[in-house]
């Protein structure tokens, strides 16, 4: 899989975990599951990411097998089904080499391949990974989230996992960074990574945004996770404005058409 952009993608997001906190368990029948990448892709979904692990506030962690049992199967049902790109959510090596055998193309790491061999495994497989900023673990990540200089302190330690991931082979352009909205970050915090996204475009690699009807949003409009649509999309547009290069989100056909409003008022030109 190449990661050229010529426009930015949209992301589709499948979760195949009992404990998901916007679809958790709807969709963990394996029927149900390609029903809704079919949607997905109906919709325009550029990319399927694929996830079996929770992340959610407080969520518990989950084995290797466990997550391999979720997630492997339907990687190769997507596959053989579907010619779309697959991403695969996971921070465990042997979820990566089992779902990247079964036909994932890409691979999205919330802990940004430093736990245990996935460093290693992601230099192997030789797919593109994108790399996102948590502080702390999803099970107290919220509890009282610190930085000196928030945009500063992601940029620095994505900056550092760019590096690290270079010196163990990845070459640059297989690369993406993620700020990570939501993953130990009080509402100030994600308000102002939102506001000087633009800045991470100095890192150099293509940026992945995913803020699809997370706790921030609900946040501010005051409102429950499935009524999360519009401020979800307000989000998506200031994003796109500032050059985030991939979106993962829930509600694709909506995203399409705001990308869509975006990518047409970027490329406007005087004309006589
Ligand atoms: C993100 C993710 C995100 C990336 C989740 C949810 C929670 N991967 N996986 N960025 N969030 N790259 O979907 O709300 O923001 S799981």
Redesign the pocket.
């Known amino acids: 899989m190449c990661l050229a952009f010529d426009r930015p993608m949209v992301m589709g997001?499948l979760?195949v975990t009992p404990d998901?906190?916007?679809d958790g368990g709807r969709f963990n029948t394996l029927q149900r599951a390609l029903q809704r990448v079919e949607q997905m892709v109906n919709e325009g979904a550029d990319i399927i990411?694929i996830?079996g692990e929770?992340?959610?506030p407080g969520a518990q962690p989950v084995s290797e097998a466990e997550e391999i049992e979720r997630v492997a199967p339907l990687v190769e049902a997507v596959r053989s089904r579907f010619d779309i790109p697959i991403s695969v959510?996971s921070s465990k090596a042997g979820v990566m080499r089992a779902a990247v055998a079964v036909g994932a193309d890409m691979l999205?790491?919330?802990r940004a391949l430093q736990e245990g061999a996935a460093l290693q495994a992601a230099a192997e497989l030789d797919v593109p990974v994108?790399l996102?900023h948590m502080q702390g673990e999803p099970r107290t990540m919220q509890a009282d989230p610190v930085y000196t200089d928030v945009v500063a302190d992601v940029m620095a330690f994505l900056s550092g996992r760019v590096q690290a991931c270079m010196a163990a082979g990845i070459a640059r352009d297989k690369l993406l960074i993620?700020p990570?909205?939501?993953?130990g970050k009080k509402l100030s915090h994600n308000l102002l990574l939102l506001k000087e996204l633009h800045r991470f475009k100095t890192l150099d690699v293509p940026i992945?945004?995913?803020?699809?009807?997370?706790g921030m949003i609900g946040a501010i409009v005051d409102k429950p996770v499935e009524r999360r649509l519009y401020g979800s999309l307000a989000a998506v547009a200031l994003a796109l404005w500032q050059g985030a290069d991939i979106l993962?989100v829930?509600d694709v056909a909506a995203t399409v058409d705001v990308l869509k409003v975006c990518q047409a008022v970027k490329q406007a030109s005087a004309q006589n």
């Open positions: 997001i979760n998901s906190f916007s990411d996830g929770s992340t959610r959510d999205n790491d919330v994108c996102m993620d990570g909205f939501g993953f992945m945004v995913g803020i699809s009807r997370k993962r829930h």
